[in-house]
């Protein structure tokens, strides 16, 4: 759980390694923060003398601790991030989507997008052989123009962050070159991926050679037509008239009561009670118009009480 929130935190991708996600988010292992609250317990319970007599400073050792793990996770990370933090992160880094993905080495770049196996090719568009986030950085000639114009010419990863101002061009760089390069190196990749995936897999276990022999002479239709025995709506004819017969049957039904003798869903069941003209009124369904039988009741009830209000009009007057 502490891994997933992390990883939601820093925008990386679900196959950076916890180590590299902890160090990025300055966050340490869920068992080490316990195990320093246990030392912290210890520590207090001690006597005063004992204190004293060995000097202990509880917050300086729970610290030392804490950065002895945070300094094993940051050890034990991959090769691009040792070359960009291999002295500690810097207070000023901020983990991003872009930035994320080039100090991991975990994005649209070839030799990750070869490594997870959504393409066979891990080299650059620029003719390398391998492209990885060092080389786009540092190498590539496709953004040499880039480079030049923004007084990008270090070739070690650390003097990329090495100053807050430098950090600050090292996000629109990587920023610059995930917009305008690798959109269309991970939809070429992708592409390709789904086209192989399609080939091996799909046909084999499906038989959809004959399909795919049309999806490539463009001989296919993907419009969803009507199939037999399948309503095109709700509102069918054999729908409405069992709903309107189980609401005159019994008009205390409830709407789950419905929904199980005629097996549709709420919003279907509601739908066609609308349709109906009914509505629900003290647990009751009764008609949204009133009939004329309904109607001449409640005019005879009002008569009868405008006279009744005269008959005692009346008799208040002579008295």
């Known amino acids: 759980m502490q891994y997933q929130i992390l990883i939601w935190s820093i925008q990386a991708y679900k196959t950076t390694s916890y180590n590299c996600v902890h160090s ?11 195990e320093a ?19 202990i400073d509880i917050p300086f050792i729970i610290k030392s601790y804490i950065d002895e793990r945070m300094l094993l996770l940051l ?35 070839g030799s990750f997008l070869e490594r997870i196996r959504a ?10 052989r391998i492209q990885d986030s060092t080389h786009l950085l540092l190498k590539c000639p496709a953004f040499q123009d880039y480079r030049l114009s923004n007084g990008i010419l270090c070739t070690d990863p650390r003097e990329l962050i090495s100053s807050r101002d430098s950090y600050i061009e090292f996000n629109r760089f990587c920023k610059f070159i995930s917009n305008n390069a690798l959109q269309s190196n991970r939809n070429y990749k992708v592409m390709y991926y789904f086209e192989w995936i399609t080939a091996q897999h799909c046909i084999k276990r499906c038989g959809l050679r004959v399909p795919r ?35 005159k049957n019994n008009w205390t039904m409830m709407t789950y009561q419905i929904m199980g003798k005629l097996s549709l869903s709420k919003g279907s069941v509601l739908k066609l009670i609308n349709n109906l003209g009914y509505r629900k009124l003290c647990s009751k369904w009764v008609p949204k118009l009133l009939i004329r039988e309904i109607m001449q009741i409640q005019k005879e009830i009002c008569l009868h009480l405008m006279k009744l209000f005269l008959e005692n009009l009346f008799r208040c007057l002579k008295l």
């Open 213 to 247: 022999t049309h999806f490539q002479t463009d001989d296919f239709d993907i419009s969803d037509k009507e199939r037999p025995g399948r309503p095109t709506s709700v509102m069918a004819d054999r729908n409405l008239a069992p709903t309107e017969e189980l609401i």
């Open 24 to 34: 990025l988010a300055k966050t340490p292992l869920i068992a080490d923060y316990i």
């Open 119 to 128: 393409s066979e090719d891990p080299g650059c568009f620029c003719g390398c």
């Open 37 to 55: 609250k246990n030392m912290k317990f210890d520590l207090n319970n001690l006597s005063f003398e004992d204190k004293q007599k060995y000097n």
């Open 75 to 109: 050890n034990n990370t991959n090769e691009t991030f040792t070359s960009f933090f291999n002295l500690g992160i810097p207070n000023y880094f901020r983990p991003n989507f872009h930035n994320t993905q080039f100090v991991t080495n975990h994005g649209n770049f």
